[in-house]
């Protein structure tokens, strides 16, 4: 299912903030999927590997702070907090299956994960570009 995290843990603004810019180079073959382990918790829709999913989560600067324990998951691998995350999101995740040559453009501070692969690779080029008050683009060197 992948690791969901967060390249900006702050919150959300309306007037700036933190993009992550990927262009898709190449993708894992889609048999490389990993089986889904019968169990009797819902288990995610069948994806092809190296999918993105990213949650449109929506809060206020007073939600951010108010959901800080969550939200601070977002920066962690751990098991425990993962499946905690993945229970707490509620929202069903944006699925993208981007292919070689495309860009995607995502905000830095929604939480994203990749759905992992047993066997070749997902090559992109990154950066970030930050929106600033002014109105503004840099690119992150």
Known sequence: ???????????????????????YLSNPPPDSSFPIPATTAPQPLDKPP???DI????YTRFQFYLNAPTLSS???????????????????????????????LLCAQRPHAVTGFREGYRV??????????????????
């Not at 949650?55 to 929506?58: A, C, E, G, S, V």
């Not at 995350?85 to 944006?94: K, N, Q």
């Open 1 to 23: 299912s992948g690791y969901i995290h967060v390249d900006d843990l702050s919150p959300l603004s309306p007037t700036e903030g933190t993009f992550s810019a990927n262009i």
């Open 50 to 52: 190296g999918t993105l």
């Open 55 to 58: 949650w449109p989560l929506k």
């Open 74 to 104: 977002l920066t962690t691998s751990t098991s425990t907090s993962q499946s905690h995350l993945r229970a707490t999101l509620g929202v069903p995740p944006i699925s993208i299956s981007p292919q070689p040559g495309d860009l995607v």
């Open 124 to 141: 992109s080029i990154q950066t970030f570009v930050m929106h600033g008050k002014d109105g503004g683009l840099n690119l992150e060197a």
